[in-house]
């Protein structure tokens, strides 16, 4: 596409402060919010990332339909505070409605009218293995998504857009199975202890000394929940005295990590590198807030791809603050871990870092290599630490053998010492599928969030009433989309995200584009109008969070 | 042929004003509150417009007819 022609160009672009440097004015074009940052030698190819405006009548018709979802909202809680109407969520009880009401809040008042009505595009029950075709149980409702009834009936073959099986390793046949099959003959299947006390199998071992020669690190260790990694590891990491600073779209595993800790959290903005540095040197000059003490610690938690806007941390830099301002970064690669990079090893690995760099690498098995569980790597001190005082490690039932011999012999084919090159064909494919998949939807001219290599694509809806309707004209045609409403996003960004995979053919990638192409047409949903804004040549303030045309 | 295709048009606009609106999403009774609500506003707004606006404007043209004639006047006695 362009991107030669960009690179090119930008190359030729005067430094600013920090290092950063701006692309030329004459590449871009007006109303595309788009960064591409060429570092001094901090990024090693181009970094392309682009969050489209919303235009502002797809804007105004959003609160349109909001306000009068929200009218007949209020409309059906009346009647059925006064009877008209049988009342069919949950309410308190008669003795109860004294006390501090539960259900007068605006999530549940979102829940009752405005989630019933679409409830029907999630919780599909499927009944198959969720490779890139899946099978699904097929339900009605008659009373308005109140409640399902299955008709008996199996949609068959629906092309998968909404499964993290990132390198396919989602199968039900092939040498995982088998793997894990004689492991489940030898071992069983629970392991009915923890970590601590009975539950330490030699598998366990394996796996935890091969988690740690693919990540580069000098030792991990596994866990059985890729949520209870994150949430009871930082606080055994962090307490109080210490600051954690933290995106601002990072996951609910990470933010109720943070909480627990008891340490300090600050937000600074998504991605956003003069956020951060703005963040941190505060920190360094003031120190805790009323005893002026330096903080104990200083951990920055960012994600490798956050799943929501398909957008990846940009590493280099945050690594170059973290050395410049002697803090800690703790990276959450769920999904970044096998889906990056030329063979699969992250985020650390796609921009060329050193992996001793990172202090803390987490991920999940959960994604890449169709399994469960999550991993935590770093230096053996840390490590043999987190093995002791580690909630998890301490508290936690340890993983079943089956699924540590899925992970041990996928991780193994991806780095290819099974004597094959399937996990590198598969990688390689991944990287195919997410280019050529991203591409065409933006040729269509579809609003698409995120990285150019993020295999997360989100593609904006926005209207509230497009989101069941994208949904369900998407399983007519045989395809399973996940949607994605408030309050996972901000209630006027809905999105639709597809999530794609190794196992996706070309054929199958064709179909699915042909028939959003479809839907596409028939529900309005192709905002774009491929404006872009150059890159302002003014330093970061608090007021200037986008770029916005002058 | 154009018929059919003005038709399949129509029930285009009308499937976009159900989205927009979302009126999709509600049920059959409340789509007949709303659409009744909409169709009355419409009408009056209609009615009062196709009422009031000749009118207006017919009082309009002639405030500024007056207005332009009375300079006439005043021009023509100046010069002499």
Same mark, same amino acid.
């Given at each position: 596409?362009?991107?030669?022609?960009? /690179?090119?160009?930008a190359?030729?672009?005067?430094?600013?402060?920090?290092?950063? %440097?701006?692309?030329?004015? =004459?590449?871009?074009?007006n109303?595309?919010?788009?960064?591409?940052?060429?570092?001094?030698? &901090?990024?090693?190819?181009?970094?392309?990332?682009?969050?489209?405006?919303?235009?502002?009548?797809v804007?105004?018709?959003?609160?349109?339909?909001?306000?009068?979802?929200?009218?007949?909202?209020?409309?059906?809680?009346?009647?059925?505070?006064?009877?008209?109407?049988?009342?069919?969520?949950?309410?308190?009880?008669?003795?109860?409605?004294?006390? #501090?009401?539960?259900?007068?809040?605006?999530?549940?008042?979102?829940?009752?009218?405005?989630?019933?009505?679409?409830?029907?595009?999630?919780?599909r029950?499927?009944? %198959?293995v969720?490779?890139?075709k899946?099978?699904?149980?097929?339900?009605?409702?008659?009373?308005?998504?109140?409640?399902?009834?299955?008709?008996?009936?199996?949609?068959k073959?629906?092309?998968?857009?909404g499964?993290?099986?990132?390198?396919?390793?989602?199968?039900? /046949?092939?040498?995982?199975?088998e793997? /894990?099959?004689?492991?489940?003959?030898?071992? =069983?299947?629970?392991?009915?202890?923890?970590?601590?006390?009975?539950?330490?199998?030699?598998?366990?071992?394996?796996l935890?000394?091969l988690?740690?020669r693919?990540?580069g #690190?000098?030792?991990?260790?596994?866990?059985?929940?890729?949520?209870?990694?994150?949430?009871?590891?930082?606080?055994a990491?962090?307490?109080k005295?210490?600051l954690?600073?933290s995106?601002?779209?990072?996951h609910?595993?990470?933010?109720?990590? /943070?909480?627990?800790s008891?340490?300090?959290?600050?937000?600074?903005?998504?991605?956003?590198?003069?956020?951060?540095?703005?963040?941190?040197?505060?920190?360094?000059?003031?120190g805790?807030?009323?005893?002026?003490?330096?903080?104990?610690k200083?951990?920055?938690l960012?994600?490798?791809?956050?799943?929501?806007?398909?957008?990846?941390?940009? &590493?280099?830099?945050?690594?170059?603050?973290?050395k410049?301002?002697?803090?800690?970064l703790?990276?959450?690669?769920?999904?970044?871990?096998?889906?990056?990079?030329?063979?699969?090893?992250?985020?650390?690995?796609?921009?060329?870092?050193?992996?001793?760099?990172?202090?803390?690498?987490?991920?999940?098995?959960?994604?890449?290599?169709?399994?469960?569980? =999550?991993?935590?790597?770093?230096?053996?001190?840390?490590?043999?630490?987190?093995?002791?005082?580690?909630?998890?490690a301490?508290?936690?039932?340890?993983?079943?053998?089956?699924?540590?011999e899925?992970?041990i012999t996928?991780?193994?084919?991806i780095?290819?010492?099974?004597?094959?090159?399937?996990?590198?064909?598969?990688v390689?494919? &991944?990287?195919e599928?997410?280019?050529?998949?991203?591409?065409?939807?933006?040729?269509?001219?579809?609003?698409?969030?995120?990285?150019?290599?993020?295999?997360?694509?989100?593609?904006?809806?926005?209207?509230?009433?497009?989101?069941?309707?994208?949904?369900?004209?998407?399983l007519?045609?045989?395809?399973?989309? #996940?949607?994605?409403?408030?309050?996972?996003?901000?209630?006027?960004?809905?999105?639709?995200?597809?999530?794609? %995979?190794?196992?996706?053919?070309?054929?199958?990638?064709?179909?699915a584009?042909?028939?959003?192409?479809? #839907?596409?047409?028939?529900?309005?949903?192709?905002?774009?109008?491929?404006?872009?804004?150059?890159l302002?040549?003014?330093?970061?303030?608090?007021?200037?969070?986008?770029?916005?045309?002058? | 042929?154009?018929?059919?295709?003005?038709?399949?048009?129509?029930?285009?606009?009308?499937?976009?004003?159900?989205?927009?609106?979302?009126?999709?999403?509600?049920?059959?009774?409340?789509? &007949?509150?709303?659409?009744t609500?909409?169709?009355?506003?419409?009408?009056t707004?209609?009615?009062?417009?196709?009422i009031?606006?000749?009118?207006?404007?017919?009082?309009?043209?002639?405030?500024f007819?007056?207005?332009?004639?009375?300079?006439?006047?005043?021009?023509?006695?100046?010069?002499?």
């Open positions: 596409m362009e991107r030669p022609d960009r /690179a090119a160009a190359l030729g672009a005067r430094p600013r402060a920090n290092g950063c %440097s701006s692309a030329a004015h =004459g590449t871009l074009r109303g595309y919010i788009n960064h591409i940052v060429h570092n001094g030698g &901090l990024y090693k190819r181009p970094f392309n990332e682009a969050f489209e405006e919303t235009p502002m009548l804007a105004v018709l959003t609160y349109v339909g909001y306000g009068v979802l929200t009218l007949f909202g209020y409309l059906r809680d009346f009647m059925r505070q006064w009877k008209i109407e049988k009342c069919q969520n949950a309410t308190e009880r008669e003795e109860q409605k004294d006390f #501090v009401p539960l259900y007068q809040d605006f999530e549940n008042f979102y829940n009752r009218n405005l989630y019933m009505r679409i409830r029907d595009s999630w919780n029950p499927i009944c %198959s969720p490779g890139a899946v099978d699904m149980m097929e339900r009605v409702s008659h009373d308005y998504n109140w409640t399902f009834t299955y008709t008996g009936r199996v949609i073959d629906i092309i998968n857009m499964s993290y099986n990132y390198l396919g390793f989602a199968q039900n /046949a092939g040498t995982c199975q793997a /894990a099959d004689k492991v489940l003959s030898q071992y =069983g299947a629970g392991v009915c202890s923890t970590r601590q006390e009975m539950g330490n199998l030699d598998k366990h071992e394996e935890e000394k988690v740690a693919f990540l #690190v000098e030792s991990a260790m596994a866990y059985g929940m890729g949520f209870a990694t994150n949430s009871m590891n930082i606080p990491l962090v307490g005295g210490c954690i600073l995106d601002e779209l990072n609910a595993s990470l933010v109720l990590g /943070a909480r627990l008891g340490a300090t959290i600050r937000i600074f903005k998504h991605n956003n590198m003069q956020s951060l540095e703005k963040l941190l040197k505060d920190a360094i000059v003031h805790q807030p009323r005893t002026r003490r330096p903080w104990k200083i951990l920055i960012v994600e490798g791809i956050y799943s929501m806007e398909g957008s990846i941390v940009r &590493l280099p830099e945050v690594i170059a603050l973290k410049k301002y002697k803090s800690y703790y990276l959450d690669e769920a999904h970044s871990i096998g889906a990056l990079g030329p063979s699969g090893r992250g985020v650390v690995e796609y921009f060329g870092l050193n992996p001793e760099d990172v202090d803390v690498m987490m991920g999940t098995f959960t994604k890449s290599f169709g399994a469960a569980g =999550g991993y935590i790597g770093g230096k053996k001190e840390l490590i043999d630490y987190l093995r002791t005082s580690s909630h998890s301490v508290y936690a039932t340890s993983m079943s053998p089956p699924v540590v899925q992970i996928s991780m193994k084919c780095m290819g010492e099974d004597g094959t090159t399937v996990g590198k064909a598969r390689q494919q &991944l990287a599928n997410t280019r050529y998949f991203r591409r065409r939807l933006k040729e269509m001219g579809f609003i698409i969030y995120g990285n150019e290599d993020s295999p997360v694509v989100p593609l904006m809806l926005y209207m509230p009433a497009k989101i069941g309707a994208f949904g369900r004209e998407m007519k045609r045989n395809i399973g989309v #996940v949607v994605v409403g408030f309050p996972a996003t901000p209630i006027v960004e809905s999105r639709a995200r597809f999530c794609l %995979s190794a196992a996706h053919t070309k054929e199958m990638l064709d179909t584009l042909k028939e959003i192409n479809e #839907v596409g047409d028939l529900l309005q949903l192709k905002y774009s109008r491929h404006r872009l804004v150059p302002l040549d003014r330093p970061f303030d608090e007021t200037t969070y986008e770029e916005t045309e002058d | 042929m154009d018929v059919k295709s003005m038709k399949n048009y129509l029930y285009w606009l009308y499937c976009q004003f159900e989205l927009i609106t979302c009126s999709y999403l509600m049920e059959p009774w409340e789509k &007949l509150l709303f659409y609500f909409n169709i009355t506003m419409l009408v707004v209609l009615y009062t417009a196709y009031f606006v000749p009118v207006h404007i017919s009082m309009a043209f002639q405030f007819l007056h207005l332009f004639g009375n300079q006439q006047e005043n021009t023509v006695s100046v010069v002499k």
